[in-house]
């Protein structure tokens, strides 16, 4: 696989959106795709995007799955917002993503698909690649499939084998529009397919006649080189937020010596934390795959009463149904770390598609007084570090932790330094192994006077048997009591707990440090807000973004930080919910502006907002 | 315990031992005393230390139980301790670990869990105080209450047909299945003794007197005059048979799926092993809500791996694979991916 003698031109960042039929492996060529560009030194952030059903119908709109990769040669912050290369497998992946690509933008179409019958199924008359609509792009007519069982039936490859490698086929011509490395694409083949011998080499040799394609067909006259990107040095992985989830939770296990028990139910798209994490049991971690969501959290309760980091994930309709138990942990003061990958709702909603309209319910959404701390990774990798996070907030002050992270960030990736394991924060506990009051009494609820927390004797320790539960608790002793004035007392006290986390200060860039508006945002839309920005600064036009990771307790240093701005404009995928709270926290008159679709803000979107909040005040 | 990953104690412990701090608030009359008296009594007999035992309870009036042992224990919410307790277990082989229960707790709001944890075997010893009523919330039909059953929230007459608890435990496939009453005192610990002594899920049914909302629910087969015609005693390898004369014989009629009571008749020899629990199935049939042939003992007794052997060998193999410390397994795991370094 030699360079073509075609010319080639530098571009600085490129966005790619592979789209086929839900069967057509379009996740694994994007996958695939990005481990190349990974290892050529590219920045990188992707977003994948399926349809719920497993097999929706083959050909039809809504089986189309796409996965999208944005690289660059410098740091970027989101998958990107319009594609510049649509690979479209079949006339429905054509149809679903065409709105989204700008003018003058490469389609790469599989002819071999767009029959009558696959152009009826979606609608379309007469085929787009011959009614002229779409002249204003430059269209890659591409005989996929035919190309590729041609070329695999030298091997001896029968039809429907080589039909299925057309993906390789289309990754291949891609790695060679893109100057890609491929070795590991090769190496991986290798190993997915290591029992089949004969399926490795039918998919090298449709990655091979796709690069070939490419360099000889006369429809491709450039190709395109995008230089690494300067990075941190460091050694990197590409991860996605749920992976980088799942292993944070592992590194918490490590760092806080204490075995993990992981008690969840299968739901979208927080399922992939429990996969992961019951591949690590070397690592002491038990996975109980319960019978619901309220058994999930309650074995997590009592596993974390026996003295391990007891965890649950699930999304949102999971959360709804844990709140009871949720509760009882309040009043346990037990640790416990919630796992929300948040999804768009009310009930089932849009299982696959994003939103953060939990925010509500994880600050509010329980019986009686009933605070806990929230906090929200901003990108894929950063779900590592803020489950350690959770994981420590969740042991010192025992208290449930809930994580918000949502399906923009479990799903979609980046590159990620690697840390070592030996720089990770210590967040060991200690267990109480001594009676702590007169006469050798043990008290439950008898609180360490800087933390508020109670001690955390587990069964198996002498001298120390204790008995609680949710009944309202006498301070010190644990014992029930209704007592009024103890009540007011342990809520007054349980809500202070919380107060009373330490959490680091907000920061707040504002590059020429004269911004009038701040833009204010929490968890999976710091890339968009970010990559506005920038676009707005490098326009001249000064604005400051702060991001909140602790949306309770807020950081201590929220108040002023709002206050020293003229406008505070806070974006989310909700209703308002951040923005609420900061209203009636700090009576700040803070500009809401939000979108529900399901899917991630654009930057364009928001720059084109915020250029007007920052112009016309 | 028959579990080898208890420890024992050295110290022989009295019922004193086991009695906590807390006064005991059940109305006075109830069957909750006569329960919680003959666990405690029966409690130094296992010979495991007070802190390695845990009480789990969810809501209801049973449910105040663990406050009364001097051990581990959780009160937490209404249906919820079998999960909760199966955490518990599950992550600390080296803990017994009780729940008690109620009709309402277990086979309304919790019967999934319930059912679950027997299916999976996990190693609980669950007594289920079955008094047919809702006691704590003051007098409304339960899940086993009487077809028909007149309470504040039924003034018609229940049109809910009840559980038979122990049919549904075998139903689940439960591995030990009892039942007791609870002013047996030494039949209710033989039962312990024997639930205690059983690797996996122990289920037992503990008939119980509510005096205030349900009063006389069992007298049938507690009164001495009516008992001996209603009251079947199941014994390992002994033939079934009651009566005061020992006239009733439980059969098995040829062709029938089955059992019956018969006046005379060749009675089965009870065999609480068989693996098949069709015969304890066909056992638990003979009693309905009139209690007119009730069998108390143990029904089924069978082994298979516990939830908690298997999760620990799963652990304990993977364990053996560890290479390193920690941190640097972790550090192995995070860069198990294609990597690229920028120098």
Redesign the interface.
Known sequence: MSAGAKRVEQLDRVVIRFAGDSGDGMQLTGDRFT?ET??L?NDISTLPNFPAEIRAPAGTLPGVSSFQVHFADYDILTPGDAPNVLVAMNPAALKANLADLPSGADIIVNTDEFTKRNLAKVGYAVSPLEDGSLAGFAVHPVALTSMTVGALAELGVAKKDGERAKNMFALGLLSWMYSRPFE?TLR?LETKFAKRPDLVAANKAAFQAGWNFGETTESFTVRYEVK?AK?????????TGNQALA?GL??AS?RS?L?L?L?AYPITPASDILHELSK?????I?T?Q???E???I???????????L?VTTTSGPGVALKG??IS?AIA?ELPLVIVDVQRAGPSTGMPTKTEQADLNMALFGRHGEAPLAVIAPKSPSDCFHAAIEAARIALKYRTPVILLSDNYVANGSEPWL?????ELPDISVEFTTEPNGEDGRFLPYLRDPETLARPWAI?????????????EKADKTG??SYDPANHEFMVRTRAQRIETIEVPDVEVEDADENARVLVLGWGSTYGPIGAACRALRQRGLPIAQAHLRHLSPLPPNLGEVLAAYEKVVIPEMNLGQLAHVIRARFLVDAVPFNQVSGLPFTAATLENMLEDVVKNG | MASSTIPLTPVKLTAKDFK?D?EVRWCPGCGDYAILAAVQGFMPELGI????I?F?SG?GCSSRF??Y?????????HG?AP??????????P??SVWVVTGDGDALSIGG??LI?ALRRNVNLKILLFNNRIYGLTKGQYSPTSELGKITKSTPAGSADSPFNPISLALGAEATFVARTIDSDRKHLQSVLRAAAEHEGSAFVEIYQNCNIFNDGAFELIKDSTTREDHLIRLEQDQPITFGAEQQFSVTHPAGSFGLKVEEGGEALVHDATVDDPAYAFALSRLSGSDLGTTPIGVFRNVRRPSYDEL?TK??V???A??DGT??????G???K???????
């Not at chain 2, 999960?83 to 600390?92: M, N, P, Q």
């Not at chain 2, 920690?326 to 550090?331: A, G, S, T, Y």
């Open positions: 481990s990974a290892q030194g590991s991986f690494p990075m941190k040095p460091g050694t990197y992985r590409n991860i292993l592992v590194a490590v010596k075995p028990f008690g690590h049991k070397k690592f002491g038990t109980v319960a019978e619901d309220i058994a999930a309650g074995a997590a309760v009592g596993a974390s009463y026996g003295g391990a007891g009871e138990t009882l346990l690697l840390p070592s394991a030996d069964p198996g320790t002498a001298g120390l048997e204790h008995r609680i539960g949710g009944l014992d029930i | 906590s807390q230390p007070r802190e390695n845990v789990v809501i663990p406050y042992m001097n051990t581990y224990g959780m009160h937490s919410i919820r999960a909760i307790a199966t955490g518990l277990s599950v992550s600390r080296d803990l999934n869990h679950h999760i799963q652990l193999d993977a364990k694979q560890a920690p941190e640097q397994m972790l550090d795991l995070l860069g991916a294609d990597t690229w370094t920028i120098l």
